[in-house]
């Protein structure tokens, strides 16, 4: 059924479920894990000057530490006998689109991701990765709580 499970980990508890919950479903359906990261870089406008400067963009987290966030859940995974693979994903632009982008290129048979609980109007403002990606994702969508 799930032949090939994408799952998009972060540092939040759900993410921590939602790797327990791909362990469980990858065992019994036999499935290839893909676990991703979207490593955030956001353009920040330049400093007030009189010399016109584009936007920079910023590192909200190391490689290191992105890299570090996708081997600890493949090696949970692996743990548990499940075949698993990490990529971190250096993201400009919204971490969903690079997500769905992976899942495509994967040809996973079901995405899963933790809800990180924002609240509605924090969604509404800057918009969430996990809304994004139940509303375009060309196949199911499992959201963990």
Same mark, same amino acid.
């Given at each position: 059924?799930?032949?090939?499970?994408?799952?998009?980990?972060?540092?939040?508890?759900?993410?921590?479920?939602?790797?327990?919950?791909?362990?469980?479903?990858?065992?019994?359906?036999?499935?290839?894990?893909?676990?991703?990261?979207?490593?955030?870089?956001?353009?920040?406008?330049?400093?007030?000057?009189?010399?016109?400067?584009?936007?920079?963009?910023?590192?909200?987290?190391?490689?290191?530490?992105?890299?570090?966030?996708?081997?600890?859940?493949?090696?949970?995974?692996?743990?548990?006998?499940?075949? #698993?693979?990490?990529? =971190? !994903?250096?993201? $400009? &632009?919204?971490?969903?689109? +690079?997500?769905?982008?992976?899942?495509? @290129?994967? %040809? #996973?048979?079901?995405? =899963? !991701?933790?809800? $990180? &609980?924002?609240?509605?109007? +924090?969604?509404?403002?800057?918009?969430? @990765?996990? %809304?994004?990606?139940?509303?375009?994702?060309?196949?199911?969508?499992?959201?963990?709580?």
């Amino acid at each position: 059924m799930f032949e090939r499970i994408l799952l998009s980990v972060d540092s939040s508890a759900d993410s921590d479920k939602a790797v327990r919950t791909v362990g469980d479903l990858a065992r019994r359906y036999s499935s290839t894990v893909l676990v991703v990261h979207g490593r955030d870089l956001r353009a920040v406008p330049p400093p007030a000057t009189s010399t016109p400067m584009p936007p920079r963009a910023i590192d909200l987290e190391t490689e290191e530490e992105a890299r570090k966030i996708v081997d600890d859940a493949v090696e949970a995974l692996r743990k548990d006998g499940v075949e #698993a693979r990490g990529e =971190v !994903l250096t993201a $400009r &632009g919204h971490i969903a689109d +690079h997500i769905l982008d992976a899942a495509r @290129v994967f %040809n #996973a048979d079901l995405i =899963v !991701l933790g809800s $990180r &609980g924002m609240s509605r109007l +924090h969604q509404m403002v800057i918009g969430s @990765v996990a %809304n994004k990606i139940i509303q375009l994702a060309s196949c199911p969508v499992l959201l963990v709580r």
